[in-house]
C-alpha cells in the first residue's frame, strides 16, 4: 500500500535561510507526488507536482523539489525563506488515491 | 473561477449529536473527495467519488459515517452520532478525474471544522 513519510515534525529556520523539507514515499508503481502546503485556517494548496520527466521540478513561491527514485524520496526545498511562508507542508504520493503525510510546521524566525 | 465551496466553516455539537457538512466542488470536476484532519495530523482520505459512484470508501468508519454525491456534483457527508474522536477538520476536494488526462492534481476547499463536547 501506498504511504508517505514525513520524519520532520517541526523546523524552525531563519528568514533568508535556505529550506529543505523531507518527504520518503512507498508506492508500488511509479508514483505521482505532490507537496501541498496549508496556512492556518485555509485548505491544502498545491505547490508542485511530479508525474514523469525531469526530477527537479519548479513549484510557486520560489519552491522546487527532486524526485529521487533510488532513495524514494521527494524533497522540498526553497533557497531563501520568506516570513509568509510559515506554514504546514504536506507530502502527498498518488492520483486518484492520493495518501497524505503528517505534515512539517515550518515557522520562520526574523 | 470558483472553487471548492464547504459548509459550514465552523460547527460544535455535543457527542452522540448528529452533523452533516456539504460541498460544492469546481464546476465539471468528476471526482470528490472527502478527508478527515485531525489536529497534528495529516488529511485521511474517507471517501472518494467518481460522478455519483463510490471508488473507495475503505476508511469511512461506515457505523456512524454516510456521504452521498446525488445527480454527481453536490456531496454530503454525515456525522450520526459523533464521538469526541470526530472532532477534526473536514476537507473537501475535488478532480478533473477524467480517464485519460487527469493530472492527480486535488483542489481543496476551506473545510469545516468539527468540535464534538
Known amino acids: 500500500a501506498q504511504s508517505v513519510t514525513q520524519p520532520d515534525i517541526h523546523i524552525t529556520v531563519s528568514e533568508g535561510a535556505s529550506l529543505e523539507l523531507r518527504c520518503n514515499y512507498s508506492y508500488g508503481a511509479t508514483p505521482y507526488l505532490f507537496w501541498y502546503v496549508q496556512s492556518p485556517g485555509q485548505g491544502l494548496q498545491l505547490l508542485l507536482k511530479y508525474f514523469s520527466g525531469d526530477t527537479l521540478v519548479q513549484g510557486i513561491k520560489g519552491f522546487e523539489a527532486e524526485f529521487k527514485r533510488s532513495q524514494s524520496s521527494f524533497n522540498l526545498r526553497k533557497p531563501s525563506v520568506h516570513w509568509s511562508d510559515a506554514a504546514e507542508y504536506f507530502c502527498a504520493v498518488g492520483s486518484n488515491d492520493m495518501r497524505f503525510g503528517a505534515g512539517t510546521r515550518l515557522t520562520v524566525k526574523p | 473561477e470558483a472553487g471548492v465551496a464547504q459548509s459550514p466553516r465552523y460547527k460544535i455539537i455535543e457527542k452522540r449529536q448528529s452533523v452533516a457538512f456539504w460541498c460544492n466542488p469546481i464546476s465539471g470536476h468528476a471526482t470528490l473527495y472527502w478527508y478527515q484532519q485531525i489536529l497534528g495530523q495529516g488529511p485521511k482520505l474517507l471517501i472518494q467519488f467518481q460522478n455519483n459512484g463510490v471508488v473507495d470508501d475503505s476508511q469511512l468508519p461506515k457505523d456512524r459515517f454516510s456521504a452521498e454525491r446525488l445527480k454527481g456534483v453536490d456531496s454530503t457527508l454525515k456525522i450520526q452520532p459523533a464521538k469526541l474522536e470526530d472532532s477534526a477538520v473536514y476537507l473537501c476536494?475535488?478532480?478533473?478525474?477524467?480517464?485519460?488526462?487527469?493530472?492527480?492534481?486535488?483542489?481543496f476547499g476551506e473545510g469545516s471544522r468539527l468540535t464534538v463536547l
Open positions: 476536494a475535488s478532480s478533473w478525474g477524467g480517464t485519460s488526462g487527469n493530472t492527480g492534481e486535488l483542489f
